[in-house]
Structures are given as structure tokens and as C-alpha cells.
């Protein structure tokens, strides 16, 4: 699970979503995230001899997993003291969507005629009538509004206030599903902290900065205004004689005709000192609220003693943690929504075509590339296989598909990993979704490397490592994904030798179930019911 989840990620629009998302908690009182698996058709021309033809093929932009963020005003819902957006009564979404996109979603519904860009349709409470209403803000975009309710199981759409759900008004069940076929509300809320331990929106970054960011604005302007007056310091003459801008410039010398002749500054000399130390403690103040310049990046001032640099970024990384635990907390939510949508959507079989006539259903393959196991960089792939279901073998009779999946990667020549995966078994499990906030800053490789030598050093001579996969570890280091590399092209061979290791380490029941692996042999896993 935890694979194909990372195939949705680098196959969607997930990455540049949280993107968005974790912008939008700096700003916001609430940003979400939503977890959505559509199908939508296009039509396409194909020449035909001298003429074309129009068929309809999967859009690959507007279909699959998609992840669209909505703001606070996009989403409505009923009890704002409730934190846990699945015990809400009703959740409606707003959106708006080009005319064409529209079209390839509800372009097949009965009462699409009825949809006109930059019109809504709405109810008069008075006379019971529907009267369109003109949408000046939004010309030619299509209002979409979802309405969803868990406890009913109900999820209806209208599109510019046009009903588009089932013709039987009763039968509109909300489309995300759970492993027990049970709805769910298909979005995630992401904020900066809470507010309280009861009110549903969050306190943004901007929000808890609002208050000493306006005192940091007043001093600023009231100390640069006093700079600029000191600098072009307004003067009182009394005299006869005339003083202007014509005779003041540098290193001008001037005699005056009236020996009473006085120039005198009309303001004393102000103390900015006092100003900008005052600014100082503003600044401290929001960076104790935030992240402090010297763990963005920036040098810290020659006074500071290295001690005094190192609590305040561990005071920063402190802060930062409990934001990261906020932050985990929604993606442990919107990870449980990902694996809804693997479960129910990506590892089903989907009907294939065959020669243009007959279909057969088929179980897709998962490829991830650029995976490092054991030390090694290779490829993962993750096949469900319909000939596991429901099939019971003895331990023979696994060790023996298992070495027939080496033969299937070209043992010992391969540069794979093969996981087979018996389908009922993985859509039968419930998962757990886990994520650790603890590192909020990336790892110092300098530091990592120093204590895998010093690791290597101690435990070097100990009989109870294992010699290959410490040296492994370590190189590993120094070098992503390229220990194979490293290890001696003798004892690769002399483990591929006179035969396999027991393939059947691991109990039948893990969801990964057999892999075939490259320079070493490698244990398989094979799931049965």
C-alpha cells in the first residue's frame, strides 16, 4: 500500500496540491485538500482513408486520482465547534469549472441543456418560481456545488443550480468509499495551529504575527521619519539676513551682514538607539513565534556566542515541531482517503479490450523507478495476480513460484524487484497511516556520514552483524543507492552459487508477497487465502 500510494504522488497533481496547501496554512485559517478518483472521456479525430472519425479515449489530464485544494469560503459545513470534518452533519463544496470542463464531466446527464456558463438558477421563496440569476463575477465559469451528507450517504451536484444526480432522487450515494464500502467526506482540512481545543479553524501565521507585525510597521515608519528629519533637520533663522537651500549645501561658508544672525535646529537631537533596540525586541519576539533568521539561512551577528545560536535554532525546531505534529495530523487524514482510492479504484481489474471485440478483465501493474533496497538503487514492480485468488498451496509448492518468479526477471541478470500480490487479501486489509513529525529540517550529511564511519568502526567485529549489510549501510552513506557498487564482485557470486536461500522467511499473510531481487538472492513473499 504504502508503494502505490507513492505511484499516486509522482502520478498526480499531489505534489504541487501541498504545495499550495502548505501555503495556504500561513495565510488562511483553514486550507483543504481534496482526494478525488474521476473518469472522463474526450473525443478524438483519426484519419480513416481520406476522411476522419471521432471516438472517445480516457482524458489523462482530467481522469484519475486527482488532489484539488479548496479554500475556506469553497467549503461549507454545519457545526464550527467540531474539529473532525467526518462527524460534520453536511459538507458542501463550492467550485467553479470552464464551460468544456463541465462538459466532459455532466456533458452525458439529462438536464445538462439546461446549464449555461455565468447563470445561476435559483428558487424564490415567495412564489415558489426559479429565476436565473446572472453571475457578473464569473461570466463564463459553471458553479459547481456538492452537497454531501455521511450519516444519509447522500452526495447530490447541481451545476449552476441545475440538478445533476441520479433521475431517482433517492439513489445518490456519495461516491468516496472506504475498504468497508462505507462514505466518507473526501477532503482534508490543513491549518498552522489551532485556536482552541474546540473551534474548527486554525490560527494562520500571519494571524499569530498580526499584532507585532503592526507595532514593527509603527516603529519602523515613526524611526525612519525621525532619520529623515535628522538628516534634513528643519532650522529657525532670526536675523535680517535670508538662509535658504541656495546657500546650505557641503562645505559652504557664509558671512552674515547681522552679527545677530542666528541658525538654530528646531528639534533636539533624537536617540534612534533607543528606537531600533526597541524594533529589535519586536523582531525577537516574532521570531520566537516563527523561524528565526539563522535557521532560514542567514548569518548570525559576530557578537553571538555559538551557544546562544544553537538554543535559539533548537527553540525554532521545538516550535516548528508542534506546527509539523498540526500538519502530520491532516496527512495521516488525507493518507487514509489515498489508500480508500487505491483499494477501490486502482487495484481493481479494469475491462480491456482485445482486437476490438471481446474484453476481459485485467489487473493493472504498478512501476517505481529509482528505488533503493538493500543498499541499491533498482526498480519495484507491483503485480496483483487473479491466479492467487483463493489459492491454497504448502510451503513446496510457494518456494517453487517463488523461484519461478526469479526465472520470470532473468536471474541473475536483473535490475528489478517483482512483487506478486494476491488482490483479495490486500482489499480485505485496513491500513494504518503514519507519519512521524519529528524531523522538520533536513538531515547534515557531514554529521550522518561521521557516525556511520564511527557505527562501522564499533560494530565491525561484532559476530552478530551481518558484514555485507553494514558495509552496505555505510557506503550508502556516501553514496545513494550505489553500495552494490562497492561490494566485491566475488562474493556476489559465490552467494548466486550452488542455490537459492530459503525463499519462505517470512509468514504467508504480508501484503508484499514475493520479490525477486539483483545482485543477492532475495527472500520472496507469497500471500495465500
Same mark, same amino acid.
Given at each position: 500500500?504504502?508503494?502505490?500510494?507513492?505511484?499516486?504522488?509522482?502520478?498526480?497533481?499531489?505534489?504541487?496540491?501541498?504545495?499550495?496547501?502548505?501555503?495556504?496554512?500561513?495565510?488562511?485559517?483553514?486550507?483543504?485538500?481534496?482526494?478525488?478518483?474521476?473518469?472522463?472521456?474526450?473525443?478524438?479525430?483519426?484519419?480513416?482513408?481520406?476522411?476522419?472519425?471521432?471516438?472517445?479515449?480516457?482524458?489523462?489530464?482530467?481522469?484519475?486520482?486527482?488532489?484539488?485544494?479548496?479554500?475556506?469560503?469553497?467549503?461549507?459545513?454545519?457545526?464550527?465547534?467540531?474539529?473532525?470534518?467526518?462527524?460534520?452533519?453536511?459538507?458542501?463544496?463550492?467550485?467553479?469549472?470552464?464551460?468544456?470542463?463541465?462538459?466532459?464531466?455532466?456533458?452525458?446527464?439529462?438536464?445538462?441543456?439546461?446549464?449555461?456558463?455565468?447563470?445561476?438558477?435559483? !428558487? $424564490?421563496?415567495?412564489?415558489?418560481?426559479?429565476?436565473? +440569476?446572472?453571475?457578473?463575477?464569473?461570466?463564463?465559469? &459553471?458553479?459547481? =456545488? *456538492?452537497?454531501?451528507?455521511?450519516?444519509?450517504?447522500?452526495?447530490?451536484?447541481?451545476?449552476?443550480?441545475?440538478?445533476?444526480?441520479?433521475?431517482?432522487?433517492?439513489?445518490?450515494?456519495?461516491?468516496?468509499?472506504?475498504?468497508?464500502?462505507?462514505?466518507?467526506?473526501?477532503?482534508?482540512?490543513?491549518?498552522?495551529?489551532?485556536?482552541?481545543?474546540?473551534?474548527?479553524?486554525?490560527?494562520?501565521?500571519?494571524?499569530?504575527?498580526?499584532?507585532?507585525?503592526?507595532?514593527?510597521?509603527?516603529?519602523?515608519?515613526?524611526?525612519?521619519?525621525?532619520?529623515?528629519?535628522?538628516?534634513?533637520?528643519?532650522?529657525?533663522?532670526?536675523?535680517?539676513?535670508?538662509?535658504?537651500?541656495?546657500?546650505?549645501?557641503?562645505?559652504?561658508?557664509?558671512?552674515?551682514?547681522?552679527?545677530?544672525?542666528?541658525?538654530?535646529?528646531?528639534?533636539?537631537?533624537?536617540? !534612534? $538607539?533607543?528606537?531600533?533596540?526597541?524594533?529589535?525586541? +519586536?523582531?525577537?519576539?516574532?521570531?520566537?513565534?516563527? &523561524?528565526?533568521? =539563522? *535557521?532560514?539561512?542567514?548569518?548570525?551577528?559576530?557578537?553571538?556566542?555559538?551557544?546562544?545560536?544553537?538554543?535559539?535554532?533548537?527553540?525554532?525546531?521545538?516550535?516548528?515541531?508542534?506546527?509539523?505534529?498540526?500538519?502530520?495530523?491532516?496527512?495521516?487524514?488525507?493518507?487514509?482517503?489515498?489508500?480508500?482510492?487505491?483499494?477501490?479504484?486502482?487495484?481493481?481489474?479494469?475491462?480491456?479490450?482485445?482486437?476490438?471485440?471481446?474484453?476481459?478483465?485485467?489487473?493493472?501493474?504498478?512501476?517505481?523507478?529509482?528505488?533503493?533496497?538493500?543498499?541499491?538503487?533498482?526498480?519495484?514492480?507491483?503485480?496483483?495476480?487473479?491466479?492467487?485468488?483463493?489459492?491454497?498451496?504448502?510451503?513446496?509448492?510457494?518456494?517453487?513460484?517463488?523461484?519461478?518468479?526469479?526465472?520470470?526477471?532473468?536471474?541473475?541478470?536483473?535490475?528489478?524487484?517483482?512483487?506478486?500480490?494476491?488482490?483479495?487479501?490486500?482489499?480485505?486489509?485496513?491500513?494504518?497511516?503514519?507519519?512521524?513529525?519529528?524531523?522538520?529540517?533536513?538531515?547534515?550529511?557531514?554529521?550522518?556520514?561521521?557516525?556511520?564511519?564511527?557505527?562501522?568502526?564499533?560494530?565491525?567485529?561484532?559476530?552478530?552483524?551481518?558484514?555485507?549489510?553494514?558495509?552496505?549501510?555505510?557506503?550508502?552513506?556516501?553514496?545513494?543507492?550505489?553500495?552494490?557498487?562497492?561490494?566485491?564482485?566475488?562474493?556476489?557470486?559465490?552467494?548466486?552459487?550452488?542455490?537459492?536461500?530459503?525463499?519462505?522467511?517470512?509468514?504467508?499473510?504480508?501484503?508484499?508477497?514475493?520479490?525477486?531481487?539483483?545482485?543477492?538472492?532475495?527472500?520472496?513473499?507469497?500471500?495465500?487465502?
Amino acid at each position: 500500500m504504502r508503494e502505490i500510494i507513492e505511484w499516486m504522488v509522482y502520478n498526480s497533481n499531489y505534489k504541487s496540491s501541498f504545495l499550495m496547501v502548505a501555503m495556504g496554512m500561513l495565510v488562511n485559517p483553514v486550507t483543504y485538500l481534496g482526494a478525488e478518483y474521476v473518469e472522463v472521456y474526450q473525443k478524438i479525430k483519426t484519419r480513416i482513408g481520406k476522411g476522419y472519425t471521432s471516438k472517445e479515449i480516457i482524458d489523462e489530464v482530467l481522469s484519475g486520482f486527482q488532489a484539488p485544494v479548496y479554500s475556506a469560503d469553497q467549503i461549507l459545513f454545519s457545526n464550527a465547534f467540531e474539529q473532525n470534518v467526518q462527524k460534520q452533519r453536511f459538507v458542501i463544496k463550492r467550485n467553479y469549472l470552464d464551460y468544456t470542463e463541465a462538459q466532459a464531466k455532466y456533458g452525458e446527464h439529462e438536464n445538462w441543456d439546461y446549464v449555461q456558463p455565468g447563470i445561476t438558477s435559483v !428558487l $424564490g421563496n415567495a412564489d415558489g418560481l426559479f429565476y436565473d +440569476v446572472k453571475d457578473d463575477d464569473h461570466p463564463f465559469l &459553471v458553479e459547481e =456545488v *456538492t452537497y454531501l451528507n455521511r450519516r444519509e450517504d447522500t452526495e447530490v451536484c447541481f451545476l449552476g443550480g441545475i440538478y445533476t444526480g441520479s433521475p431517482n432522487v433517492e439513489e445518490n450515494p456519495i461516491r468516496h468509499r472506504d475498504s468497508r464500502n462505507a462514505p466518507k467526506y473526501n477532503i482534508t482540512p490543513y491549518g498552522y495551529q489551532r485556536i482552541n481545543e474546540h473551534f474548527f479553524f486554525y490560527k494562520s501565521l500571519m494571524n499569530a504575527q498580526y499584532w507585532d507585525n503592526l507595532l514593527l510597521d509603527s516603529q519602523y515608519e515613526l524611526g525612519m521619519n525621525r532619520a529623515f528629519l535628522d538628516t534634513e533637520m528643519p532650522i529657525a533663522v532670526s536675523g535680517v539676513d535670508k538662509i535658504d537651500s541656495d546657500i546650505i549645501f557641503p562645505r559652504s561658508v557664509v558671512a552674515f551682514s547681522d552679527k545677530d544672525t542666528k541658525v538654530s535646529p528646531l528639534l533636539p537631537q533624537a536617540n !534612534l $538607539g533607543q528606537m531600533f533596540q526597541a524594533m529589535g525586541v +519586536v523582531e525577537s519576539s516574532m521570531e520566537e513565534s516563527s &523561524v528565526s533568521g =539563522v *535557521t532560514a539561512g542567514q548569518l548570525p551577528d559576530s557578537a553571538q556566542k555559538a551557544t546562544s545560536v544553537a538554543i535559539a535554532q533548537r527553540n525554532a525546531q521545538t516550535l516548528l515541531q508542534g506546527v509539523g505534529k498540526t500538519l502530520a495530523e491532516s496527512t495521516v487524514q488525507y493518507g487514509q482517503l489515498m489508500s480508500d482510492i487505491a483499494i477501490n479504484n486502482l487495484t481493481v481489474p479494469q475491462a480491456e479490450e482485445i482486437l476490438g471485440k471481446e474484453s476481459k478483465l485485467k489487473y493493472r501493474s504498478f512501476i517505481l523507478n529509482n528505488k533503493v533496497v538493500d543498499g541499491k538503487e533498482s526498480n519495484k514492480v507491483l503485480q496483483f495476480d487473479e491466479s492467487l485468488l483463493g489459492l491454497e498451496i504448502t510451503d513446496d509448492e510457494k518456494r517453487g513460484k517463488n523461484l519461478e518468479l526469479l526465472k520470470e526477471v532473468g536471474y541473475p541478470n536483473i535490475k528489478s524487484h517483482l512483487y506478486k500480490i494476491n488482490p483479495e487479501i490486500f482489499h480485505r486489509r485496513r491500513y494504518l497511516c503514519r507519519v512521524e513529525p519529528e524531523r522538520m529540517f533536513p538531515k547534515n550529511e557531514e554529521f550522518i556520514q561521521a557516525m556511520a564511519v564511527q557505527f562501522y568502526q564499533l560494530l565491525r567485529g561484532d559476530p552478530l552483524i551481518e558484514p555485507e549489510v553494514l558495509v552496505r549501510k555505510v557506503v550508502r552513506a556516501f553514496y545513494h543507492g550505489e553500495s552494490d557498487q562497492f561490494i566485491a564482485k566475488q562474493v556476489q557470486n559465490v552467494m548466486g552459487m550452488a542455490g537459492l536461500p530459503n525463499p519462505n522467511e517470512a509468514s504467508a499473510g504480508r501484503i508484499m508477497t514475493s520479490r525477486a531481487m539483483g545482485a543477492a538472492p532475495p527472500t520472496a513473499q507469497m500471500l495465500t487465502v
